[in-house]
């Protein structure tokens, strides 16, 4: 046979004989040995080396490395071979010892990974869209950064190529945090291989029977395209050539000197049976021989020449040398171990069969619990020890008492009151914070951390994701916090460390109302000038929660405005200082949310009589849908006069069940005394009263039941008659007259005992027993039903069927059966706030379950910063003492009557924040400002006149507004800009101080923004001018201005006295928002600590973090910008006191030096290395610094 024809060289015989073959999927052979590795469906990898023709691979080793299916396998050049299954992934030695292994856990599978061609490191990929770059020398965690959830194809050369499953491909570059370079569609179907070679990047798609090529360098569109003979699945660029495997089963090679025109030598066709297919493809690095493997396990070696050669230097695996031969196990284990070679892993030896236990087993009647471990005692008492009849004596240290040796109480304390112990399931076993994970490289523990982890929940405990989420705090702040580990979905949660953060269950549920967001959104939009607006809130949060992408997100600025209200003072909806409510908070989301639909509906009745005057007196959007019409009449059954009154309310109040405001069955008390609580409780008429005590017991109600009352609901009550002229007992009665068009509330009632004394007794003493606050002190099944009245499940949908103003409530069965005539309206369950009583962590707190928008049949619940799907039993259940339901809405199926006036609001005021706030700024503030204030501005502007000059009428303090050009520019995307801030502190941080001294932080201090510029980055003239240096007016008390830091004096912040011109937080949050949504480059120092106090997601590709680029991965401290400046400028900032536009400005000099490195291809490591070194020369303080 002539050098150069194909043909097939041998086969893997042995794994087809087994009498189960597990199909092969990843394929990989090394550099420096003549070795093969395949790992198959079933997690075991197993190594071959090569005989001669004709004669079956030899197995080498074999080892059961995965709990599932093998999808990648790498030979590390180093030494040893990285694995990667849905489970984990891991680097084993070549005899198969583990030496490092990152696990996950199956609702955060490993969906991809690739080796770089260049260097020791791995990038890995999950299916929730969290990618890690794993430095496999080191054995940690380099970087973490967020991708797409759907990633099917992956490289990594200079830069990182990821396909996804929806045919896009998107390039991110290493050198900037892995942020997006490009990103663009190349073809229908998912990418199912990647190959670089020089420039260029090699793309298959599923569904294409051709191959893309793009270059590097620019990958707007592909250069050429290569016609294939069928549809590839897998590509490898060689020396020469581009390998291409097909779906039908065969492998042939296109020439890179005829730009892969031309058919090269390299060919495969293994002979596969009638229900087999190729599972896996691989090129020796010799390129001497192919690699292919088909689902019936069988490893396929094509060769060209009679005696191939694997690797470059064709030497044998060291196993396998004479002095072994001798000791080789039995082939049906795993040939070629030896028993007495040390560097084996006994593990690597399959265990027999045994039908009795081992004698490692220990069962746990043989483990006894010995307490807490003895502590050390001190070097020092030891040394002064005297033994006499084999006991030790030593004089008593100063400070102790005899007999005894302190313990450290700090670690189990810090765990106890942060509940540390109690989210070893939510966190999988991680860290909770970002550094501790980076110092201890998480992937090398988490196995046995995620073993550990208790997956079990008490019977009758509150389970651990309904409790109340704490967040903890290290010495890096709030920032160190990872959120990501309570939140896989796409929708991202609300923080609840901050001040009335109650109401972050009903923010979610009006999120996931598509026209309340709509609404909200066009109204944040417009021109509304009022600072304290809740719509414009709620429409800025709204759009936070649409961008953020899952990441965590706080409501401050909500929140802040809320308590600044009248109305939510008058409703008593707001927490005290020290964050005490006044009524239980299932009371107070409900008072919330009328609080939030009736100031909605004044500014959605404006928008429309704003878009037509004819429905100006109309009900509004949000009566139509959320509200109802309800027509009270009240009459004297003396004198037959009737009064008649129509209101519009947004939420049918529900009754208790009769044994929770005691009954006739309630036990004790007889039917006297539950008439009495009836009466006393005011909440149902006499007549029903009446009946009670007539037949001494009560019906069982459903659910239904208690709707129809609250839909037509009777009372007597005294009153003056007009008839009479004199007071009379009436008979009053209110019905809801038709029904809503979009959203049905109801309202759960507390029990009676349910009050706001026991929710603060029960806060300050937790110990306190109360049957509705504690499950174990209840006793009995009456116990848990008066903790929870609420014996029943919620049915997911029912009608209400409306005929001659008659409203009815009815079940699909028995609307069925009755076929009543009239309209009939189908409501479905979509949201539940619901009160958890939790009295290990705080009497009480709320949560929502929201139906999720893209699939009906699955359920979100929102433990403020927690987000994970739950079943649709969990929540409609209501047989729990420790869950009070507190708010249900239903939507209407039918929704069509709103789409025409949501439509007509959506044209003409659309979510689209005009560029007019930066080219022509003002502000509401601007007529309070004075006159020694106009005459500052007119200063500065003949200043920068006189400096640059530029002189503009529009100067606001520092900033230059945009001109129109540059408008058009940042609409199109292609602005670019440098932002600093500056923050002042409103609230101190609490701490807690215990006797040994230690502390702990409860909550940090509270920040608010007090300066915002941004400086022009985009080249020419008014490159490095500001366009934005907005003061923001605060109204509350500022603890500390901290005006070193933030360069804010007394009075700068108070409208009537400021030197500066103020600005609403409203108004500087609208501009940095419309940067955003025009995808404008952020350039700053400290981006992430920026961005959260100014409550706005940016996502990262937007971000140019000098702190972040010039962090050095083997340094763990981060530069000042201050010591960057003078490092590359040789000048100073910051001489004084903090300015942002200074530091803005000062930013974008220290960024045009990192872009300047990377152009010119300079060691970014050796820039590094000698700014650290001077650093450390100089202690990190600059020349005027020195004493």
Known sequence: MEEGEWFEYTQSWDAAAEDMAWPVLALAARKDSELIYAGDSSGRLTTYTLDAAGEPLARHTSVQCAQSAIRHVAALEAGGVFVQSGDAVQVLHDSGRQRQKWATTPNDAFVGACTRAQGYEAFVCTSTGSGTLLDLQAGRVAQRKG??????????????????????????????????????????????????????????????????????????????????????VQLHAGKSDLWISYTEGFVDTRTFASQCNDVGMGYAEPALSEYAFVSAFA???????????????????????????????????????????????????????????????????????????????????????????????????????????????????????RNQLPFSTRGWRKAWRSGQHDDGELTRGRSKFLSQQRRSAHGRSSASALSSASTSTAEGSVPKHLRQMRIEYSRF?????????????????????????????????????????????????SSCADATCLSCQL??????????????????????????RPEATALAVLEDTHGHATAAYAVLVQRLMRLVLEQANVDCRRMVSDVNQEQATEASIVERAFGFP????????????????????????????????????????????GLAAVLAGGSASVRRAESMARTGRSQKLGFLDFVNRAVVRTDTQRAWCTGCKKFQLLNSEKRMASVPEAYLTLNF??????????????????????????????????????????????????????????VQALSTDELSEQQPEGKVSRFELV??????????????????????????????????????????????????????????????????????????????????????????????????????????????????????GLYSARTRNEAVPLFKAEAELLERGEFVCALDAEFVVLEDAQMEVFSDGTRHVLRPAVHALARLSAVRAN?????????????????????????????????????????????????????????VDCKCVFIGHGLKHDFRVCNIFVPQELQRDTMLLFQSPSHIRPISLRFLYWYFKRKSIQMREHSSVEDAQATLSVYECYSSIMENDQSLESVLDDIYAVGSKMSWKLPEQKV
């Open 283 to 401: 090129v020796t690095p010799s390129e001497q021989a192919l690699l292919v493997a088909d689902t019936e396990g069988v490893v396929h070696i094509w060769a060209d020449r009679e005696q191939p050669q694997l690797s470059a230097t064709g030497q044998k695996p060291e196993l396998l040398a004479g002095r072994y031969a001798s000791q080789l196990v039995d082939s049906n284990w795993h040939s070629g171990i030896s028993l007495d070679d040390e560097s084996v892993s006994l593990a690597s030896i399959k265990m027999p069969a045994v039908d009795t236990p081992l004698l490692s087993r220990m069962d746990a009647d043989l483990l006894d619990d010995v307490g807490r471990p003895a502590c050390f005692v001190d070097a020092g008492v030891l040394s002064s020890l005297k033994m006499l009849d084999n006991v030790g004596y030593a004089p008593k240290p100063h400070g102790m008492r």
């Open 539 to 564: 429409g800025l949060l709204f759009r936070l929660l649409q961008s953020a992408q899952g990441h965590s997100c706080h409501a401050t600025l909500l929140l802040h405005v809320l308590a600044q």
């Open 831 to 948: 949201a539940v706030i619901s009160s958890i009583r939790d009295t290990r962590r705080g009497p009480e707190h709320l949560v929502a379950h929201i139906r999720d928008p893209d699939d009906a049949q699955s359920w979100l619940l929102f433990n403020d910063f927690l987000v994970q799907r739950v079943q649709v039993d969990s929540v409609t259940a209501l047989y729990d003492w420790w869950r009070l339901p507190s708010v249900a809405v239903y939507a209407n199926s039918d929704r069509t009557s709103l789409q025409g006036i949501l439509k007509m609001v959506a044209q003409r005021f659309p979510y689209r924040i005009s560029t007019r706030i930066l080219t022509a700024p003002r502000s509401s503030l601007d007529p309070l400002q004075t006159a020694a204030l106009q005459q500052r501005q007119q200063r500065i502007r003949k200043g920068m006149a006189a400096r640059r």
């Open 477 to 525: 702040g709030v920032e160190d916090f990872d959120f990501s580990l309570y939140n896989s979905t796409q929708w991202s949660g609300l923080e609840g460390n901050v001040r009335n953060s109650y109401a972050n269950a009903l923010l979610q549920l009006l999120f996931f109302c598509p026209e309340f967001r709509q609404l909200a959104l066009s109204h944040c939009a």
């Open 1019 to 1075: 080249g020419g003239e008014m490159h490095g001018v500001p366009f934005i240096d907005d003061y923001v007016e605060i109204a509350r008390p500022v603890y500390d201005l901290a005006t070193i830091y933030s360069g804010i004096h007394a009075g700068d912040l108070n409208v009537g006295i400021s030197r500066h011109a103020l600005s609403t937080m409203k108004e500087v949050y609208k501009k940095l928002r419309l940067l």
């Open 630 to 673: 309800q027509l009270a009449t009240t009459t004297c059954p003396s004198c037959n006069a009737a009064h008649y009154r129509e209101s519009h309310v947004f939420s049918l109040d529900l009754d208790l069940p009769q044994s929770a405001t005691g009954g006739a069955v309630s036990t004790g008390g007889g039917v006297g005394s």
């Open 749 to 806: 009632p507390l029990p009676p005992s349910e009050s706001a004394s026991a929710v603060a007794v029960a806060a300050s003493d937790p110990g306190t027993s109360s049957p509705l606050l504690d499950g174990s002190s209840s006793s009995g099944a009456s116990s848990k039903s008066a903790a929870n009245p609420w014996q029943m499940a919620l049915p997911t949908e029912f009608n209400l069927h409306v005929a001659e103003a008659q």
């Open 147 to 232: 991708v797409d959830a759907s990633v099917s194809a992956m490289s990594f050369g200079d830069m990182l190529f990821l396909g996804t499953a929806a045919g896009e491909l998107a390039m991110r570059d290493p050198r900037a945090s892995f942020s997006l370079s490009y990103g663009i569609a190349v073809g229908t179907g998912a990418v199912s291989s990647i190959a670089l070679y020089g420039n260029d990047v090699f793309v298959a798609c599923q569904e294409m029977s051709t191959v893309s090529i793009y270059d590097q360098r620019n990958m707007s569109k592909p250069v050429r395209s290569i016609a294939c003979d069928g549809r590839p």
